[in-house]
């Protein structure tokens, strides 16, 4: 592990190193030609002029870029916190006023921001500059109808709503597999069609946003042949560089990414440089590290720093509230400072901190909402990240600061979240699994929270041990592995199929089971009556079948699981598992041995079981 | 001197009283929760022989001083009525005692008490319950809405010392009559002081038959009095008559007024010089006694308060109705809805010791403004007791969580043409994840296919009816799952 560790941070500056001399390079001569727009302000701003960066097609675009989901409305807050009000249009005049007049000159929007208010409030406040001044990039959001009819009036609408002739930046919004691609652009001609656009010159740079794993982003750059992107979109920051598919096994790590499009020479513009703010507030370790190198640079302007330093990225993407946070960033990219090596280190090092936390990778983008069961599912994620983040999430009853930090959960809980809005209410009826871009399964992670937030009102239940049954499961993803058992701490993985390595244990004479903590896929009878006749604690599984669960249950073993079913399938999903079947009528675990017995040794005799 | 300790010790208790009823986090009750046990009423409910006793011995040595110390409907008069003289001075005078009214009361209340469908007439009159109701209704919003700012304060200081709480109207039938109660009080008090103690109130007739035959009563030195006739004007209970230097000691609430008023000394504290023990009027006996009384209907229709917030993100979560349970809910240690009715003074410290907002006062004319379970904004959570530790009229026995785990008040009840798995056709089992006692199962509805759709099952012997799966429900308006009371709790 530890060696991984040193490997992986190798690599980051390696690779970065030379990106950073070459990001220099460009941004000297990015400002040689500059317009006027940042001398401009004589304002007594003491910051230098904005970086640039250059297109396929030879455009000047600024590093920093516009992000227009997290406009501000009249409640004063941004659209994400306060759903109920209007958009505050005098604000983000200010606020888009003061990005050209500091040298932005990128705006990304899309029609599924901001409840569809996005575009035309963008729109709005660019129709009072000069079109030279400006680039716009907008999406094809057709996530819920992607038929060609309301694809076409979809990007119909965007050159209403933002009062333009052309889209310098057009993009295929969110895919991340083969079938995403023909299903939402390619079966509908949609593709074809933009295609032509963009010859007619009403697109001026076509590409796509990327959310997905690596077969599906080596089948979307393999379409590079035909389709020549222009650049792509991806989330790139110094946690997602090396960490983000440890923290989601179904997601890619923005390494891999970037250096597949820079071998391509296509440009990369970026998403989520603050992973949805998370990076602009770490933990109070994190943040002290960062504030003793550099006492007044923001902790958000390392993140920003990180995110522009190679030197295929075009700009930068920052979905900016409040006119702090604008600022803050202008100045960051006025001019780029690059990072040293220690300064890489050291964001490393940082990077290694969070992804060790068990937060839940939300962004708080919103297109899993609404939820039609009416939960609150970015604003649940928040409370629990934030409460992580802040030490609130004290596992450990014992633990001195266990009252304060599980009042502090339970009341910002209900402070952030309406009761009936809350994790509890989450019957998994799966719908908003295919919409998160970050891949996160949804239900699972709201009955983690919901069991947590259970045990801290019970106040009698152990935290302890829930925190280590999920970090279990998590390690069993994650290794694909068969099954993972805790006992006093002492962690064991197990790789063999089916059963077997339970029956081994149990023959063994169990001793590893006895008061054991376990990680399992699939739980069916047999392994219910082993670990009943094991003596095993309690165990955390994806799928349980029915009878299992009167089993263990009945057994005294505390269980945790994600579905229920009625029995286990075989491999084949032809029928019943066989051992399954072999237990049909039994529920004594002792009476379930002497056949598991049988059925193993017939399996290690290479008898045929499914017979 | 004595005026000025009542009138300390009156304060101490109204405060500490009152805060009961708008301490919504229990821990003034840990501490002073006695001074509910100690009210006459539920005292008496309680079979708390021991407090009722105490309280006749302690009426029996120095008079009425429970009156003006001890019951908060009490003592809330003199605050009104503090007011009232300020406005004008020596504004009382001796009336003669308006026997017909104060005898007629009291049986009523007795007959009413304990007799079915009708005991919501003793609980309007009862003193304690009634200042109960008006400090749940009308004080503890004010208190709760003062709290919600200091909360919104904290919230934006990160604090988490204050936490916002919902302010709602559990029923509108028992706040129009804590309303209408507070009202009609208030104006008695500003006008004529304790009249209401002294022509309504049933607890003041029993302690006036007491008071009657005190051994300390104060009493005027004629010697020295020179018929003045202040202290009459300014005796609250008008029992003061000067021109015949004679005291109405059954109307006297020893508030000691008389004496610090009166400039010539003439009044004085004392031990009576003959002492005769008060003959048993055998009030307790009575409390069953028959009297047809038709009905008073209180009209008003519950109107469930509005808490709809829609916007484009969020999908609008329509109101839960409450289901028509054919046998209402009621706590567990209340052992039945009959021990429940008769026990019950309808003070509603219950409703505003309950943390999940699950006590509702009941609009149904049997039971009326008494508590019953409601889930349609919480449920009835399995760590929580707090109704069972603050009853003071033992309608509710104190019970612990174990025990309570272990009681059953009703059982679920599964309606399948409202399940989300019937009519969406997506999988849940909210309410079976959710069961503190493992009474519902998903069960295959076809166990002969395999993935056919899962129904919850219900073990109602197992169901200890804490209305988890009703709240946790999906299906609205109405739920998929609801829990129906039992007429006797019993043990699972």
Redesign the interface.
């Known amino acids: 592990m530890a060696n991984d560790v040193t490997i992986s941070r190798r690599q980051f500056l390696k690779t970065l190193g030379g990106g950073i001399a070459a990001a220099a390079a460009v941004s000297a001569c990015g400002s040689g030609n500059q317009k006027s727009a940042a001398s401009k302000s004589a304002s007594g701003d003491s910051e230098g002029q904005m970086t640039y960066r250059t297109d396929l097609h030879g455009q000047q675009v600024s590093l920093l870029g516009y992000g227009c989901m997290r406009f501000p409305t009249k409640g004063g807050l941004s659209?994400r916190e306060d759903?109920?009000a209007e958009l505050d249009q005098e604000q983000i005049n200010r606020l888009i006023d003061y990005a050209i007049e500091h040298g932005v000159n990128l705006f990304d929007t899309s029609p599924a921001y901001c409840?569809?208010k996005s575009e035309g409030a963008l729109g709005k406040a660019l129709s009072r500059h000069n079109r030279s001044e400006f680039l716009v990039s907008t999406k094809l959001s057709n996530f819920a109808n992607s038929t060609r009819e309301s694809s076409m009036a979809m990007y119909k609408k965007s050159f209403q709503e933002l009062q333009v002739d052309y889209i310098d930046y057009y993009l295929l919004h969110g895919i991340g597999s083969k079938q995403q691609m023909q299903s939402r652009y390619v079966d509908n001609g949609m593709l074809d069609f933009l295609v032509g656009e963009r010859e007619a010159g009403r697109i001026r740079n076509l590409g796509f946003s990327f959310h997905g794993d690596k077969e599906g982003f080596d089948y979307l750059l393999a379409l590079n042949e035909t389709y020549h992107w222009d650049f792509i979109l991806i989330q790139h920051n110094f946690v997602d560089w090396n960490h983000a598919a440890a923290m989601n096994s179904r997601n890619l790590n923005s390494e891999y990414t970037y250096t597949e499009l820079e071998k391509r020479n296509i440009p990369v513009l970026v998403m989520e440089p603050l992973l949805g703010g998370r990076l602009a507030n770490l933990n109070d370790h994190a943040t002290a590290l960062l504030k003793q190198r550099e006492p007044d640079a923001s902790v958000a302007s390392w993140a920003f720093r990180f995110a522009g330093s190679q030197p295929r990225i075009l700009s930068v993407l920052s979905g900016m509230t409040y006119m702090e946070h604008l600022q803050d960033n202008v100045k960051t990219y006025s001019p780029l400072k690059p990072l040293s090596d220690d300064d890489l280190r050291l964001l490393a090092h940082i990077a290694d901190i969070y992804a060790s936390f068990p937060m839940v990778p939300c962004n708080t983008c919103?297109y899993c909402?609404?939820?039609?069961?009416?939960l609150?599912i970015p604003g649940i994620f928040s409370h629990y990240n934030k409460c992580i983040n802040e030490g609130l999430v004290v596992e450990n009853i014992k633990d001195p600061e266990y009252k304060k930090a599980r009042?502090?959960f339970l009341?910002?809980y209900?402070?952030s979240v309406?009761?009936?809005?809350q994790a509890?209410?989450?019957?998994?009826?799966?719908?908003c699994i295919p919409e998160c871009p970050q891949r996160i399964n949804i239900p699972q992670e709201m009955?983690r929270i919901d069991r947590f937030v259970e045990a801290l009102?019970?106040?009698?239940v152990d935290l302890g041990e829930m925190a280590v049954l999920a970090s279990l499961l998590k390690q069993l993803d994650a290794g694909r592995l068969s099954c993972v058992i805790s006992n006093n701490g002492e962690v064991s993985t197990y790789r063999q199929s089916g059963v077997q390595d339970l029956y081994d244990l149990l023959s063994e004479g169990g001793g590893k089971l006895k008061g054991a903590l376990v990680a399992d896929k699939i739980i069916g009878r047999g392994a219910a009556a082993m670990m009943v006749l094991g003596g095993v604690k309690a165990v955390n599984t994806h799928t349980i079948s029915?009878p299992a669960l009167?089993m263990l249950?009945n057994g005294g073993v505390q269980v945790y699981f994600d579905t229920?079913?009625?029995?286990i399938?075989n491999r084949r999903k032809t029928?019943?598992c066989p051992l399954d079947s072999r237990l049909q009528n039994l529920t004594d675990p002792k009476e379930c041995w002497p056949v598991i017995q049988q059925f193993v040794a017939d399996l290690r005799a290479g008898v045929d079981v499914m017979q | 001197m004595l005026r000025k300790i009542r009138i300390s010790l009156a304060v101490v208790f109204y405060t500490l009283i009152t805060l009961l009823f708008l301490d919504f986090t229990g821990t003034i009750h840990t501490y002073f929760g006695w001074m509910a046990d100690i009210q006459f009423v539920p005292a008496l409910l309680a079979l708390n022989v021991g407090v009722v006793v105490a309280l006749l011995v302690l009426t029996f040595l120095f008079g009425r001083v429970y009156c003006s110390v001890i019951c908060p409907l009490g003592v809330m008069q003199d605050v009104v009525a503090f007011f009232g003289k300020k406005s004008k001075k020596n504004r009382y005078s001796f009336s003669p005692e308006r026997k017909w009214l104060r005898y007629s009361v009291l049986v009523v209340f007795l007959a009413t008490i304990l007799a079915p469908g009708v005991g919501f007439i003793a609980h309007l009159v009862a003193p304690y319950s009634a200042y109960g109701r008006i400090a749940n209704n009308l004080f503890a919003p004010v208190y709760q809405f003062g709290n919600n700012v200091l909360a919104y304060f904290a919230e934006r200081a990160g604090s988490y010392a204050f936490y916002t709480v919902d302010v709602w109207i559990k029923s509108l039938t028992t706040f129009v009559v804590a309303a209408v109660t507070f009202v009609l009080i208030a104006v008695l008090a500003w006008r004529g002081g304790r009249t209401w103690c002294n022509t309504v109130c049933p607890v003041g007739t029993i302690l006036g038959f007491f008071a009657k035959y005190s051994l300390y009563k104060p009493v005027i030195d004629t010697t020295k009095c020179n018929s003045c006739g202040l202290c009459g004007r300014n005796c609250k209970a008008s029992c003061i008559n000067s021109k015949e230097h004679t005291i109405d000691y059954s109307r006297c609430v020893a508030c000691f007024d008389c004496i610090d008023k009166c400039n010539k000394g003439a009044i004085s504290y004392k031990l009576r010089s003959v002492a005769q023990p008060a003959e048993d009027k055998g009030v307790d006996k009575s409390k069953r006694a028959f009297l047809t009384t038709s009905a008073l209907i209180v009209a008003g229709a519950t109107v469930k308060a509005q808490e709809k917030k829609v916007d484009g993100g969020l999908a609008a979560i329509i109101d839960r109705q409450a289901p028509n349970r054919k046998t209402a809910l009621k706590p567990a240690g209340s052992l039945s809805i009959k021990h429940f009715t008769d026990h019950c003074t309808a003070c509603q410290l219950c409703v505003s010791a309950c943390p999940n907002q699950v006590l509702v006062p009941s609009s149904d004319i049997e039971h009326l403004m008494q508590p019953e379970m409601s889930f349609e904004r919480g449920y009835c959570r399995p760590e929580c007791v707090k109704c069972s530790t603050v009853c003071p009229a033992d309608a509710i026995k104190p019970i612990d969580t174990a025990e309570k785990s272990s009681i059953s008040v009703g059982y679920a009840v599964w309606l399948r043409e409202n399940c989300v798995v019937v009519t969406d056709g997506v999988s849940c089992g909210n309410c079976a994840t959710h069961c503190p006692v493992g009474a519902i199962q998903m069960m295959s509805e076809n166990p002969d296919q395999y993935g056919s759709r899962k129904i919850p099952v219900i073990n109602p012997e197992r169901c200890i009816g804490c209305g988890a799966c009703e709240h946790l429900c999906p299906a609205r308006p109405l739920g998929a799952i609801y829990v129906e009371g039992r007429e006797v709790h019993k043990e699972v």
């Open positions: 659209g759903r109920n409840q569809g919103q909402m609404p939820c039609p069961y009416g609150d009042k502090a009341v910002g209900d402070r309406p009761r009936l809005r509890n209410h989450c019957i998994s009826c799966n719908h009955h009102k019970i106040g009698d029915t009167q249950r229920e079913v009625d029995y399938e029928g019943q």
